[in-house]
Every structure is written in structure tokens, then in C-alpha cells.
């Protein structure tokens, strides 16, 4: 029987605070502070993306949001054996195994989970037994579905970039085809018993259909509401989505 449990989570991304803060190389605006504000303002999670290159989020920013955060912390990292020691030293709430380049302006696509399969699923047995939920970034693909389920994920997260991306450019009937793609491969992740995910380049316009998925049981927002936050200050951003996401779900 499918059941769908609470209200749909908002995780919020605070990465491009870090990427202003190192554009000067000082200590602000403070990515901590962004944490505690977006607490405060509704978000049930936060997610922070430690890359190999460190260009935004730093190992220290890490270590503090686990001092500080009240909320889960969704740690985003490559599948290398440097993240999974900080990751197995700080045991975060969730770790989100992400695909990475270092050419790339942001993550491209999802993690080949069905090329990596042996390598991933001893990669992350590890994570599950330090008592992290393991999570995978992915296309909305079906082998890649079967893949993360294989390895024993108990979480996938859907790339939702490309219907973004599509949204944008205004090609709006393959925008639609993406959309039923995330449909199907949440509703497909959810029967074989993975908790569903979605996230990557969702704004006001782009949230609505994806929150709307009974399946989906937490987005992963940062780079808009960051951008957003510019003219109506974080705490206000981060409402005003959390009230979007409500809206959808009624
Ligand atoms: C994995 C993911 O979607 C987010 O971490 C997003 O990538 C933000 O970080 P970047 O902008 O560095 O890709
Ligand atoms: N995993 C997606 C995420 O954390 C947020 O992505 P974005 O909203 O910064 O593009």
C-alpha cells in the first residue's frame, strides 16, 4: 500500500552564502548565520555542499554548522575517500552522494549510479552504519532508480536542473515531458521503498509542480532563495517558498 507520512521538508542550501563571502576572502556574510536565520524562518533542513575545490562551502563552515544547526544537516559530497572521512568524522543527519567536475559551474547531472554500482554500495555501507541517511543525487532515470535502490541508498534525490533549466528558456512542451519524468521516477522510487527527494535550480515559478508530488517528501533549495534574499531579506525568502510549497500540497 502506498502511504505518504508529514508535511513536505524544506532544505534549505546555503552554499552561495560562502560563495559571496570568498569572493572578497573575509568572514561575511556568514553561511552560519544564514543557517540560524533560515531556521528561524521555517527550514526543516539545511544543506551545504562541501566540494572538492572548496569554492564556496569550507571544511570549517562544516565543522560549525555541526555546533550550531537544531535542524538536520544534509551534507552534499563527491564519492571520494577524503569527504567520506570528514563525513564518517562529523556523522551528519544525511550525506547526498553528488556527481562532481571541477570545470563545471554547477552540478551538471546526476551521479551514474549504474556505472559506480560495486564501488558506490561499499562506498556508502560505511555512512549507513556511522547511522547517516544516505542519499543520491540523480536524474529522473529509471536504471539509475534501480541502481540507488541496489546499493542500499535509503534516499534518492532528484535532479530537478534540466525542468528548471527548460522552465527557463521557455521550451515549455520538453519542460512538461521532464516534469512527467520526475513524476514517474518519484512515484517509481517511492514504491520500491526509497524516501524521495527533489532539488537543484527550483525557484517561485518552478517549485509548485514538483512540491505537488505526493511522493516527494523534501526539496533542496538554495541558490534562488540566496539570490532572492537580495531584495527581500532570507527570512522572508525562505517564508515565502515554505508558503508556496504548503500551498501546492493542499
Ligand atoms: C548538488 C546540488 O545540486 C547543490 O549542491 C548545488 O550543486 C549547489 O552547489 P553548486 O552551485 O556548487 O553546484
Ligand atoms: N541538491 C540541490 C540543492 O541543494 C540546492 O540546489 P540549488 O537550489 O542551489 O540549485
Request: one cysteine or more.
Amino acid at each position: 500500500m502506498t502511504t505518504f507520512a508529514g508535511r513536505l521538508r524544506l532544505g534549505v542550501n546555503i552554499d552561495h552564502v560562502a560563495t559571496v563571502r570568498n569572493a572578497r576572502g573575509g568572514a561575511y556574510p556568514c553561511p552560519l548565520r544564514a543557517a540560524q536565520v533560515a531556521q528561524e524562518a521555517g527550514a526543516d533542513g539545511i544543506t551545504a555542499h562541501l566540494r572538492e575545490d572548496r569554492r564556496h562551502i569550507s571544511d570549517a563552515d562544516i565543522d560549525g554548522l555541526m555546533q550550531v544547526l537544531t535542524v538536520p544537516l544534509n551534507f552534499e559530497m563527491a564519492a571520494t575517500p577524503e569527504m567520506q572521512a570528514i563525513a564518517l568524522r562529523h556523522k551528519p543527519h544525511a550525506v547526498c552522494i553528488v556527481p562532481e567536475k571541477r570545470e563545471e559551474r554547477t552540478t551538471e547531472g546526476g551521479l551514474d549510479v549504474a556505472r559506480d554500482e560495486n564501488r558506490l554500495a561499499h562506498f556508502i555501507a560505511p555512512l549507513r552504519e556511522a547511522g547517516s541517511r544516505v542519499s543520491i543525487f540523480i536524474a529522473a532515470d529509471r536504471p539509475q532508480v534501480e541502481a540507488a535502490h541496489r546499493i542500499g541508498a535509503q534516499v534518492i534525490e532528484l535532479h530537478t536542473g534540466a525542468y528548471c533549466d527548460l522552465h527557463a528558456e521557455g521550451r515549455l512542451e520538453e519542460r512538461d515531458d521532464e516534469l512527467a519524468r520526475l513524476r514517474d521516477m518519484a512515484r517509481f522510487a517511492h514504491d520500491l521503498g526509497l524516501e524521495v527527494h527533489a532539488g537543484h535550480g527550483l525557484t517561485y515559478e518552478t517549485v509548485q509542480p514538483v512540491a505537488a508530488f505526493p511522493e516527494v517528501m523534501e526539496l533542496n533549495i538554495g541558490h534562488f532563495l540566496i539570490g532572492e534574499a537580495i531584495f527581500r531579506g532570507l527570512g522572508p525568502a525562505i517564508a515565502e517558498m515554505r508558503r508556496m510549497m504548503d500551498e501546492a500540497r493542499t
